[in-house]
């Protein structure tokens, strides 16, 4: 199974000044399922909204994936069929995973550029009082 993904809206926005504690809710959504010989083409949207409203960070896209036709056709099927528009689960897991994977790297690049803070904690480097200021070894 070939998997790609491209996007076709970025925008990240800065609604006000910066606050001393933010919670910051990550959001994905699929929003469109079709396919046909082989290739599922999956619309989706991301967001990134900071509470209080300080700003967001949406991404809309397309994910493809190329395969097996008999799994396509019942992706779609399963889609149209369900009113919670679910995906059959052996490829929702990979679907969701692909999506967030790439749009938390692109929300943290588009956050930086409107001076939010990254949309997942960064690693901290915290060094005890006992230790020396050579911290490399």
Avoid at 10 to 26: C, T
Avoid at 52 to 60: F, L, T
Avoid at 62 to 87: C, F, I, P, T
Avoid at 119 to 134: F, H, I, R, W, Y
């Amino acid at each position: 199974m070939d998997i790609s993904l491209s996007f076709k809206s970025l925008d990240a926005r800065r609604h006000g000044g910066s606050q001393q504690h933010v919670n910051i809710n990550n959001n994905s959504t699929i929003t469109n399922v079709s396919g046909d010989e082989g290739r599922l083409t999956v619309s989706f949207a991301f967001s990134s909204n900071y509470e209080p409203n300080i700003g967001s960070v949406r991404i809309e896209g397309d994910l493809v994936v190329e395969g097996d036709a008999e799994l396509v056709e019942k992706a779609v099927q399963e889609w149209g069929d369900s009113n919670s528009r679910n995906l059959p689960k052996e490829l929702a897991e990979q679907v969701h995973n692909t999506i967030l994977t790439n749009c938390i790297i692109e929300a943290s690049v588009l956050a930086r550029d409107v001076k939010l803070p990254s949309p997942v904690p960064m690693p901290q480097v915290k060094l005890k009082d006992n230790e020396t200021q050579s911290y490399i070894r």
